[in-house]
């Protein structure tokens, strides 16, 4: 009786140690941040629509029965209806606006992403490492920042067109070079207040090398920093992906981005205005969509909401 009693005591004791486990488990950062992250109406909403937006984009035009390039001579600057499927009406050479609307916003979001992973990618490296390095060194890289921000980024734009053309890749550059600056500043401010911490300084007493440092332990703990901070650099970089195709010097015909059709759209705006309001309706929509996203991570992640 007595080592039954033992046998349930130890069992009861398992079981309280079990559950306290799962409690201080269950209030890790990354599951309160997922938790408050949920009951964001406006976040999970806008992270719906734009799962949407970019499933429509990569399959719509595959299930469309209209090509993005192919003209009806007998449809153009036609009004959205059911015939000939040209649901968002036709632009001024009969194109189906519907399927140049997917394509575009295909274009859009992969030159959005590219530019957006490597702009980040270089704003960790650089901002990680000017912070953790300090000094002389510090002060050099972030001149050489600021001497980045004096540059406008359409002189360089206009020049790289010139001289390389009008290609795809040029954009992603474009965007890339001028967009990583950002990031390199608020990572080097956040590493300037990591680098004192015990854990930096026991790495160090332990002669870990810098480089497994600055990338083992204090890239791994910008990431929150870094997660909130992209969602916020995306809608930018599409933005001005927009404005330099709207301006000539981004994505050109045949193939078509946002930037593009609203550049078609607003010369006819007066007499066709579904050609200007369906791709400005799209981008706008998708441009909400990631700000709110960045709003709700930006609250869940922020340890002063636990």
Known sequence: MLTRKKDDGLMSTLADAVSVADMVAGRSLWSDARRRFMRNKAALISLCLLMLIALACIVGPWLLPHAFDSADWDAMSQPPTWKNFHLWGTDEAGRDLLVRSLIGGRISLTVGLLATLASVSLGIVWGATAGFLGGKVDALMMRIVDMMYAIPYLLIAILLVTILGREF??????????????????????????????????????????????????????????????????????????????????????????????????????????????????????????????????????????
């Open 169 to 306: 890749y040029l954009v992603v550059l474009v965007i890339t070079v001028f967009s990583w600056m950002d990031m390199a500043r608020v990572v080097r401010g956040q590493t300037l207040s990591l680098r004192s911490m015990e854990y930096v300084e026991a790495a160090r007493a332990m002669g870990v090398s810098t480089t497994r440092i600055i990338f083992a332990h204090i890239v791994p703990n910008l990431l929150g920093v870094v997660v909130i901070y992209t969602t916020v650099t995306v809608p930018g970089v599409i933005l001005t992906e927009s404005v330099l195709s709207f301006l000539g010097l981004g994505i050109q015909e045949p193939m078509t981005s946002w930037g593009v059709l609203i550049q078609d759209g607003a010369k006819v705006m007066e007499v066709s205005p579904w050609i200007l309001l369906f791709p400005a309706g799209l981008l706008s929509l998708t441009l909400y969509c990631f700000n709110f996203i960045g709003d709700g991570l930006r609250d869940a992640l922020d340890p002063k909401e636990r």
